[in-house]
């Protein structure tokens, strides 16, 4: 069947009255039922998912040793051509991220990570993961933000971290801790110790990081991010049925998206033994709540760190309050599919948090809905033209990292910073056209080791009148804060 995902097949999603950045309250607008045909339809070759791995080139959390991602006995499928959407988000420097399979172990079958926008940070390139061939099966092999100016390079296994945590107290609330890292120099390790940095207003750092590859670890440096709200769209994984992407000239069209801001930071987790986040009812058990990771010692997280800092120890009750409630409310959490999410929605209009509960939507509602006008803009024909031509460099880039690093070899009889014998050639970036790198120094920070003698800056202000607490449910636990908000997006962030 030579189908693209389009059209007719989502606009059972349009009914839906609550855009992902502005919930709208359910009993303001009566949800119509979807089109005649579509849930057959939807029952036959695809369900869009509103649970599953968030895309890592939206967001990876800092592990401090390199994840080893465990084998796989099924063979992945070929990657899916996708059709870039008609909207993208507004900024200089959005580009289109392909998607990839990933390997959903409950369901022991791959769903498709949709590609997604992206806002490029500053001087980095994205270079990415890919299915390796090993023994007893198929590894993953995670993608990663390189440095725009070089090629990639592969080095030996680094030791264990050493990052136990800061040994000494913050200079200030308006600092935090950049974790210390092994730095390969002159054929061997160094352990380079973490320290204390002003936190820089938009700006989050991602540390330094070292990726497994097929052969030997890709090592990326610390680098500025944008928060959520800046960072692009994400897109709805997608489980095909009937192997529909096999078929000649299949196509896949993303339209369905997920919220890429509040409502991402509600229902989000950290799986450590894969070395991503993931969102979604991933409530009790199986996943660590991203608020918590940064307590364990097997990582960090620069994001939640960042929103902190950024809006005080209200954002983190609420956050931690609205965790609780979904915990303990297994009937009020995301549905895992768009199909059951408007189920869910036309069974609790009344549901007064309805518009926390709900994670999916289309693109196209979302362009329509009420105060993102200046966020989205149509993708001109030019313009469509120049983006495929990037993703098509990027996605060629995963067949020249797999050559390049199938090539390396490991001598066993060899020291172990002499272990990895590297290949003469590295993995050379391609210049991708129409992204302009903002300047250091103006519109970017300088990196933080450079800014540890310079004042700090202040929190944001809170703007605006104080939420009243909203009317909880009368079961609510008692452990719940009580001051959570009636509408998550008009908090201070």
Not at 92 to 99: D, F, K, L, Q, R
Not at 100 to 118: C, H, K, M, P, V
Not at 318 to 339: A, C, E, M, V
Not at 343 to 367: K, M, R, S, W
């Amino acid at each position: 069947m030579n189908t693209q995902f389009a059209g007719k097949s989502l606009l059972y999603c349009a009914v839906l009255a609550f855009g992902p950045c502005i919930p709208i309250m359910a009993q303001e607008r009566d949800i119509a039922p979807p089109p005649p045909g579509v849930a057959a339809e939807l029952d036959g070759d695809y369900e869009v998912l509103t649970r599953g791995y968030l895309h890592e080139a939206f967001a990876t959390p800092t592990t401090f040793d390199p994840v080893e991602q465990p084998i796989i006995e099924k063979q992945p499928p070929e990657l899916i051509d996708e059709i870039l959407p008609d909207h993208r988000p507004a900024g200089e420097n959005v580009i289109w991220i392909p998607g990839y399979w990933a390997y959903e172990q409950e369901q022991q079958d791959f769903i498709w990570i949709s590609g997604l926008w992206r806002n490029v940070p500053p001087g980095r390139q994205w270079v990415p993961g890919y299915w390796h061939d090993v023994s007893g099966g198929f590894q993953w092999v995670a993608g990663t933000w390189i440095r725009a100016d070089g090629p990639v390079s592969f080095f030996p296994e680094p030791p264990q971290s050493q990052e136990r945590g800061p040994s000494s107290v913050a200079p200030s609330a308006n600092h935090f801790y950049v974790p210390g890292c092994w730095v390969y120099q002159d054929n061997r390790y160094g352990w380079r110790p973490g320290y204390w940095a002003p936190y820089q207003r938009g700006w989050v750092w991602v540390p330094a990081r070292y990726t497994r590859a097929a052969n030997g670890y890709v090592y990326s440096d610390g680098y500025w991010d944008y928060p959520f709200d800046r960072r692009g769209q994400v897109f709805a994984p997608v489980r095909f049925r009937n192997q529909a992407y096999a078929n000649v000239g299949f196509r896949f069209a993303p339209q369905a998206v997920i919220d890429s801001n509040v409502g991402l930071m509600l229902h989000l987790f950290v799986r450590p033994d894969r070395g991503m986040y993931v969102f979604g009812d991933y409530y009790g058990g199986g996943a660590t709540p991203w608020f918590e990771y940064g307590r364990s010692d097997r990582g960090y997280d620069p994001l939640f760190t960042y929103y902190q800092w950024h809006s005080g120890p209200e954002f983190v009750n609420r956050i931690q309050g609205w965790n609780k409630y979904f915990d303990s409310h297994p009937d009020y959490r995301p549905r895992p599919t768009l199909t059951e999410q408007l189920a869910f929605t036309n069974a609790h209009q009344d549901f007064q948090y309805l518009g926390q509960a709900v994670l999916g939507d289309t693109l196209e509602n979302l362009v329509s809905t009420r105060g993102n006008a200046d966020r989205f803009m149509p993708l001109e024909a030019g313009q469509r033209e120049s983006l495929t031509g990037v993703t098509n460099q990027i996605r060629g880039l995963t067949g020249e990292r797999l050559r390049l690093e199938s090539a390396a070899s490991v001598d066993a009889n060899a020291t172990t910073n002499q272990s990895l014998r590297l290949p003469t050639e590295k993995l050379n970036l391609p210049a991708l056209p129409g992204i302009r790198v903002p300047e250091v120094g103006r519109e970017v920070p300088d990196i933080p080791s450079n800014l540890r003698n310079v004042a700090p800056q202040a929190p944001r202000v809170p703007r605006g009148r104080d939420l009243p607490a909203p009317n909880l449910p009368r079961n609510l636990p008692r452990n719940l804060p009580r001051d959570l908000p009636l509408d998550l997006p008009r908090l201070p962030f």
